[in-house]
Antibody
Framework: EVQLVESGGGLVKPGGSLRLSCAASGFTFSSYSMNWVRQAPGKGLEWVSS????????YYADSVKGRFTISRDNAKNSLYLQMNSLRAEDTAVYYC???????????????WGQGTLVTVSS | DIQMTQSPSSLSASVGDRVTITCRASQSISSYLNWYQQKPGKAPKLLIY???SLQSGVPSRFSGSGSGTDFTLTISSLQPEDFATYYCQQSYSTLTWTFGQGTKLEIK
């Protein structure tokens, strides 16, 4: 079964740091680009960051650029998000999601993990 | 960035109704459009990719159409389990993925 499991969320003070992890299983992790998407309480989905299969290409939303760093360890089938200089507006459930294309030119996110909650508050 | 606008933001309907949700892109995105369903407390689930392709395991009452800037998600006959929030997502520019703001489908 293809599965993504996030961990590392919690309560952190403004200005603090947190590192999220996403453990992948059931597929060849090293063959896929991966993404982080977040959802603030009661709000919609916001793409945060993407990383290609070999880490050659990395992209960030403007809202997190310079503060968040995405990385992966293909040997450990794991995706990471290092979050620094956290702000109240970063409070959200953070999901990891696989970038699927089935070899074609169209891409989509499937599957998604269950999410991990990050709360930034003093 | 490509902006995605869904309408309506919320919708009340009854079991058995036919429902249509619209998504408009700020520029042409060909057929690079996906639809997701999200239930409270759960992760989003892929329904439709490439504007009109039904994801495996998704009931055939769900369908997608459109190209260019205007897209629709249609549920032909609402079932109780379909009450959820629906999001569109453009995959034309994967340097900066963007989602619509969501459409909450509620029971009338």
């Amino acid at each position: 079964e293809v599965q993504l499991v996030e961990s590392g969320g919690g309560l952190v003070k403004p200005g603090g740091s947190l590192r999220l992890s996403c453990a992948a299983s059931g597929f060849t992790f090293s063959s896929y680009s991966m993404n982080w998407v977040r959802q603030a309480p009661g709000k919609g989905l916001e793409w945060v960051s993407s990383i290609s299969s070999s880490s050659s290409y990395i992209y960030y939303a403007d809202s997190v650029k310079g503060r968040f760093t995405i990385s992966r360890d293909n040997a450990k089938n794991s995706l990471y998000l290092q979050m620094n200089s956290l702000r109240a507006e970063d409070t959200a459930v953070y999901y990891c999601a696989r970038d699927e294309d089935r070899g074609g030119s169209f891409n989509w996110f499937d599957p998604w993990g269950q999410g991990t909650l990050v709360t930034v508050s003093s | 960035d490509i902006q995605m606008t869904q309408s309506p933001s919320s919708l009340s309907a009854s079991v058995g109704d036919r429902v249509t949700i619209t998504c408009r892109a700020s520029q042409s995105i060909s057929s690079y459009l996906n639809w997701y369903q999200q239930k409270p407390g759960k992760a989003p689930k892929l329904l439709i990719y490439a504007a009109s392709s039904l994801q495996s395991g998704v009931p055939s009452r769900f369908s997608g159409s459109g190209s260019g800037t205007d897209f629709t998600l249609t549920i032909s006959s609402l079932q109780p389990e379909d009450f959820a929030t629906y999001y569109c997502q453009q995959s034309y520019s994967t340097l900066t993925w963007t989602f619509g703001q969501g459409t909450k489908l509620e029971i009338k």
